[in-house]
């Protein structure tokens, strides 16, 4: 099972909340369109698994991640659905559990050095620091960090992130992505704006400031 951030070749994470399993598709061409390899798609509606599942049956070199995954039923769904990896704002043993039994990487949530802890000795070094902003932001995560560096854990921060704030995080050697919904809002994909979805991608994704061998730059068409 390979962690997440070897994998995960982009600076930004699109947290998607999908109300409409129809829309699914055509959110995830979007968002792949302006660059992206990897998206996540929440647990907060009754459409997450079969948007998973649409998702990854039309496009199968996405990744798609399940995000929000706070129960044992929720994470089986998941996996059923063909999800290529896990998120929670929480950390749950049981779920890492069994998303490791299916070797598929899962990255818990973390707020306190005990937690991050934790993680590392359930085999996560990939973890997500939320909700970021209401946590102390990047100097509490730099902080929390410190103490583990020789464990190479990494994190992905959620929470209170959009463009303008996010290469604050993304400065940080201890971060390998961002989360965020601006890529993706409830308004865009209620009224179905792939166009704006896509443009707002190509412009995450150009202002993002993260060395050019870390991005997939040959995904990336700037305007």
């Known amino acids: 099972m390979k962690r997440l951030d070897e994998c995960l070749h982009q600076p930004v994470l699109p947290v998607l909340i ?33 948007s998973i599942r649409r998702i990854r049956e039309a496009l199968p070199g ?22 290529t990896f896990g998120l929670a704002p929480g950390l749950d043993p049981e779920i890492i559990a069994q998303f490791h039994a299916r070797g598929v990487p899962f990255v ?33 995560l ?18 209170g992130i959009h463009l303008g704030n996010m290469n604050s995080y993304l400065a940080m050697k201890e971060v390998f992505t961002v989360g965020g919904s601006w890529l993706a809002t409830a308004e865009q994909i209620a009224g179905e704006k792939w166009e704006e979805v896509t443009r707002q991608v190509r412009l995450s994704l150009a202002s993002a400031s993260v060395p050019p061998s870390e991005r ?3 995904n990336i068409i700037l305007f």
């Open 62 to 83: 996405l990744m798609v991640g399940a995000g929000t995954v706070v129960t044992l039923e929720q994470a089986a769904a998941a996996l059923d659905s063909g999800a």
């Open 108 to 140: 818990p949530g973390v707020m306190t050095p005990s937690e991050i802890q934790q993680g590392i000795r359930l085999g996560c070094l990939c973890q997500k620091f939320f909700p970021a902003e209401t946590c102390g932001g990047g100097a509490q």
């Open 142 to 159: 730099k902080a929390m960090a410190a103490p583990f560096k020789s464990f190479g854990v990494r994190f992905c921060p959620t929470g």
């Open 18 to 50: 999908i109300e409409d399993a129809a829309k699914a598709v055509a959110l995830a061409t979007a968002l792949q369109a302006g660059g992206l390899n990897a998206i996540e798609v929440t647990f907060r509606t009754q459409a997450a698994a079969e």
């Open 216 to 218: 997939l730059l040959k």
